[in-house]
């Protein structure tokens, strides 16, 4: 069966300082990988999306960027946080051409 | 550009109370429709999710969630809350086309003893 890892599950990084969250798929070739933010109050919100490796697409304009140097992993980074960046932010995947999304636990990211 | 409401932000419900979550949807075609449901600090775990075929879908946990197209309407049910029910449910839709999701702003869910 496959599963979804994420992490770190929990962090707290000060203002100005780099961030890297990682995420990788087991059990599946080729997946969809999405990033996505739950911002107190506001929803989920798709960051980026890949279908494949090295193809990233951002959705919304902003201080952080997404990676997919494997197959089955996905990189959320920033070089320098802003305090708007705090949030729950969750990996996801989903099969080729297929539309059911499935989500990690999620990570805490806390920015002070 | 499609969206999704939840007007209710917040329901208490009775233990053993039926439950009813509503979500409306706004899309030219009949969209792909999913439920989600978030328990505090944790990641979103698919309740349900409808394609086509058979309006009123189950899935686990004992919801069941039936699709009206006239109404534009896709809303949770449950016959009967247990109180491991309390979370936060997201509806969700997606046209399809790279299965990204739109979500609702959710409906968080306190079931009182």
């Known amino acids: 069966s496959q599963t979804i890892h994420q992490w770190p599950a929990t962090l707290v990084q000060p203002v100005g300082s780099p961030l890297s969250l990682e995420c990788t798929v087991e059990?599946?070739?080729?997946?969809?990988l999405y990033w996505y933010r739950q911002a107190a109050g506001r929803g989920l919100q798709l960051l980026f999306y890949?279908?494949?490796?090295?193809?990233i697409s951002s959705e919304v304009p902003q201080n952080l960027s997404a990676s997919r140097p494997q197959d089955r992993q996905f990189i959320l980074s920033s070089k320098k946080l802003l305090l708007s960046d705090s949030g729950f932010y969750l990996c996801?995947?989903?099969?080729?051409?297929?539309?059911?999304?499935?989500f990690g636990e999620g990570s805490w990211l806390t920015v002070v | 550009a499609q969206s999704v409401t939840q007007p209710d932000i917040h329901i208490t419900v009775s233990e053993g109370a039926s439950l009813e979550l509503r979500c409306n949807y706004s899309?030219?075609?009949?969209?792909?429709l999913f439920w989600y449901v978030q328990s505090p600090g944790q990641g979103l775990q698919l309740l349900l999710k409808?394609?086509?075929?058979?309006?009123l879908v189950q899935g686990i946990k004992g919801f069941e969630a039936e699709f009206k197209r006239s109404q534009s309407s896709f809303n949770l049910r449950k016959p009967s809350v247990h109180w491991s029910d309390a979370a936060e449910y997201f509806c969700?839709?997606?046209?399809?086309?790279?299965?990204?999701?739109?979500f609702g702003k959710g409906t968080k869910l306190s079931v009182k003893p």
């Open positions: 409808y394609f086509s075929g058979d309006t």
């Open positions: 890949s279908v494949g490796i090295g193809q």
């Open positions: 969700a839709v997606t046209p399809g086309s790279q299965g990204n999701l739109i």
């Open positions: 059990g599946t070739s080729n997946p969809n």
């Open positions: 996801a995947w989903s099969v080729l051409g297929r539309n059911t999304i499935y």
């Open positions: 899309y030219g075609a009949t969209p792909y």
